[in-house]
């Protein structure tokens, strides 16, 4: 857990533009920010950070609706929950990370076999575009397929197969 030290005085100071405070006889923390308007003190996450020389990533609620627009905020959050709950340092916090949490909590069948996908698909190559990284790793697994000496079209067919057992499978047919 990475902790940060905030100086009290300091944020005091800067929330109320001097060092010396007008203070009401008695000093309870309440009365002496009320008397002295201070409600909120607003600090720079990143210049926090940059004084103890620590870096973070954050990540909202609207980043992770921009990566599955299908969720709503509460599902939103209860992503980050998750995130922060399994973090590992060795693998850290990327889209990946979120869209497999995400993918973990709020998908079911033939859609969370997509998300996988998608996931793959979203690292596989230096391209953003997916459609590109699947003709990518489609022709990479004809390559490997050659090297390992495995028949690509058999794999291919029974692939097929699976796919169209899921699909029966999720419409309540026979292959449920």
């Given at each position: 857990?990475?902790?940060?030290?905030?100086?009290?005085?300091?944020?005091?100071?800067?929330?109320?533009?001097?060092a010396?405070?007008?203070?009401?006889?008695?000093?309870?923390?309440?009365?002496?920010?009320?008397?002295?308007n201070?409600?909120?003190?607003?600090?720079?996450?990143?210049?926090?950070?940059?004084?103890?020389?620590?870096?973070?990533?954050?990540?909202?609620?609207?980043?992770?609706?921009?990566?599955?627009?299908?969720?709503?905020?509460?599902?939103?959050?209860?992503?980050?929950?998750?995130?922060?709950?399994?973090?590992?340092?060795?693998?850290?916090?990327c889209?990946?990370?979120?869209?497999r949490?995400?993918?973990?909590?709020?998908?079911?069948?033939?859609?969370?076999?997509?998300?996988?996908?998608?996931?793959?698909?979203?690292?596989?190559?230096?391209?953003?575009?997916?459609?590109?990284?699947?003709?990518?790793?489609?022709?990479?697994?004809?390559?490997?397929?050659?090297?390992?000496?495995?028949?690509?079209?058999?794999?291919?067919?029974?692939?097929?197969?699976?796919?169209?057992?899921?699909?029966?499978?999720?419409?309540?047919?026979?292959?449920?």
């Amino acid at each position: 857990m990475t902790t940060l030290h905030l100086n009290l005085r300091e944020l005091l100071e800067q929330a109320c533009g001097q060092a010396t405070l007008l203070v009401p006889a008695e000093i309870e923390l309440d009365e002496l920010l009320d008397f002295n308007n201070v409600d909120t003190c607003t600090q720079d996450l990143n210049d926090l950070l940059t004084e103890q020389r620590l870096i973070a990533a954050v990540w909202s609620v609207p980043d992770v609706l921009e990566l599955r627009p299908d969720l709503n905020e509460d599902q939103a959050w209860q992503v980050l929950q998750h995130c922060r709950e399994e973090y590992d340092p060795l693998v850290g916090l990327c889209r990946s990370t979120v869209a497999r949490a995400a993918a973990a909590l709020f998908s079911a069948g033939n859609h969370r076999r997509a998300d996988r996908c998608q996931l793959v698909l979203a690292t596989y190559n230096d391209e953003w575009d997916t459609e590109a990284n699947l003709i990518d790793l489609l022709a990479d697994s004809r390559h490997w397929c050659d090297r390992e000496e495995r028949d690509f079209a058999k794999l291919d067919r029974l692939a097929h197969e699976h796919y169209l057992a899921e699909l029966e499978g999720e419409q309540g047919g026979p292959h449920e």
